[in-house]
């Protein structure tokens, strides 16, 4: 669609959702460090946010895949997008991986803590152990099946992306198949996914309480100084982290698009700004889809690649997988071999396919992958658990980063994308209002 430029729109700065958001992340700093009891109260907004997000999750990713399937005609064109998406991830996943384990040894954040494994108390490890041991023990068939629904409904219940994409991807290709006879039933499933994104762009007005709420509680329960022994980690893995967002996903993008990776980021700054305060992409899944496709990205698309992504392109996870186990081995005094290390690269490219949807996916996977490499001890995991929170923002930011390049990317490869169109909307030349159905509004964006 050509926008139609017209006069500036200013709008008064409170009334910018990103600004109301970053003000509600500096007074939770405060609240939390000020009054940290009052602090830690103010979670149940946070929760509530979420809660909410979660709510409109999964019926949005069903109705997006399944009028982008229908929609699109061609089935041949959605299996080449589906397998250029799954080749993507698993090249980009592989880059994420090598960085983490290069990065660990360069910079070598655990060398010097001297962690005698036997004072370590394993008692806080015993769930997230069991579900690893599921986990691993399920293999790749187990893998499989997971991916199936016991139920449709049960899927969309449990909100579980993966098994409501595998059922929308059945139901879109059957209305696909069925042609003309089923027209109406694509009808009211993009009416209903419209009537979707309408309810999701109430809920993200609540975004600066949700994140009042998770910053305040964190501040308040760990404290600002509370957790310098394991500040190295952190420091390192966020710098892990903008290194390859800059670096390998610029130039990724630059190369594929010709576009700039920070004016990228900058348009997503809202939605960037809610991830890093409450630690999960999944609380602005729907708003980076629609976001994406007023960018000039067609929605069968986006449809089909971001939903994945959230399960099989977790490009900071991966990162996370390998520097931690790395770093647990130097914080222990674990020598590794150069077998051990491809182990943990050959380990670690199957479980991290497994993070979405599962409770405490972060430890739970990484438990998983120390435990199938016998030379490093699986209790030094108990090092890493206090910090969980404050890696799972960047962590949770890469992701979704790399979910969004992923999707331009494999747009342009497809010639899905309006390149012009999406020079301008990141240039701010044209503004994007995601309360209308279709279209960017043809309006210079000066917010």
């Known amino acids: 669609m050509t926008p139609v430029l017209t006069t500036p729109v200013s709008k008064p700065l409170y009334q910018s959702l990103f600004v109301q958001v970053v003000f509600a992340l500096v007074l939770g700093i405060i609240l939390g460090a000020a009054t940290p009891?009052?602090?830690?109260?103010?979670?149940?907004?946070?929760?509530?946010?979420?809660?909410?997000?979660?709510?409109?999750?999964?019926?949005?990713?069903?109705?997006?895949?399944?009028?982008?399937?229908?929609?699109?005609?061609?089935?041949?064109?959605v299996g080449r997008v589906g397998g250029k998406a799954l080749l993507y991830f698993e090249v980009m996943t592989t880059v994420a991986l090598a960085v983490g384990l290069i990065l660990?040894?360069?910079?070598?954040?655990?060398?010097?803590?001297?962690?005698?494994?036997?004072?370590?108390?394993?008692?806080?490890?015993?769930?997230?152990?069991d579900n690893a041991h599921k986990l691993q023990g399920g293999g790749f068939g187990g893998f499989i099946l997971n991916i199936i629904p016991t139920t449709s409904f049960d899927a969309l219940a449990r909100n579980d992306v993966l098994q409501v994409l595998f059922f929308a991807i059945i139901f879109g290709t059957s209305l696909a198949l069925v042609g003309e006879p089923a027209k109406s039933v694509t009808i009211l499933v993009d009416t209903v996914g419209k009537v979707l994104?309408?309810?999701?762009?109430?809920i993200v007005r609540l975004a600066p309480l949700g994140v009042l709420g998770a910053v305040a509680y964190t501040v308040g329960q760990y404290g600002v100084h509370s957790l310098e022994q394991l500040a190295s980690l952190v420091v390192v893995f966020w710098v892990s982290v903008a290194l390859f967002v800059v670096v390998v996903l610029g130039t990724v993008m630059k190369v594929a698009t010709g576009l700039n990776i920070l004016r990228f980021l900058n348009y997503f700054r809202e939605e960037l700004t809610i991830v890093l305060a409450t630690a999960s992409s999944d609380a602005v899944l729907p708003q980076i889809m629609r976001k994406l496709e007023r960018m000039g990205i067609k929605p069968s698309v986006v449809g089909l690649v971001v939903p994945t992504g959230y399960s099989f392109n977790l490009d900071a996870f991966s990162i996370y997988l390998t520097l931690a186990t790395v770093f647990i081995a130097q914080a222990t005094n674990t020598p590794l071999s150069f077998g051990?290390?491809?182990?943990?690269?050959?380990?670690?490219?199957?479980?991290?396919?497994?993070?979405?949807g599962v409770p405490g996916s972060a430890i739970v996977i990484l438990a998983a992958t120390l435990n199938a490499v016998p030379a490093i001890p699986a209790i030094g995991l108990v090092l890493v658990l206090s910090i969980d929170w404050f890696i799972g923002m960047a962590r949770a930011l890469g992701n979704l980063i790399g979910n969004c390049v992923a999707t331009l990317v494999i747009g342009v490869w497809e010639h899905d994308v309006d390149l012009a169109l999406a020079q301008q909307v990141l240039a701010g030349a044209v503004a994007v209002d995601l309360t209308q159905d279709a279209g960017p509004v043809g309006a210079t964006a000066a917010e």
């Open 104 to 129: 660990a040894y360069v910079i070598r954040p655990g060398v010097g803590m001297n962690i005698n494994t036997a004072t370590l108390d394993g008692h806080a490890l015993s769930s997230y152990a």
């Open 37 to 77: 009891g009052f602090a830690i109260g103010l979670k149940f907004f946070s929760d509530a946010f979420l809660k909410l997000i979660s709510m409109i999750v999964a019926p949005i990713v069903f109705c997006v895949v399944v009028h982008g399937i229908a929609g699109a005609g061609d089935l041949k064109k």
């Open 340 to 356: 051990d290390l491809l182990l943990v690269l050959g380990i670690s490219l199957v479980t991290s396919k497994g993070a979405h």
């Open 197 to 202: 994104f309408r309810a999701m762009g109430l």
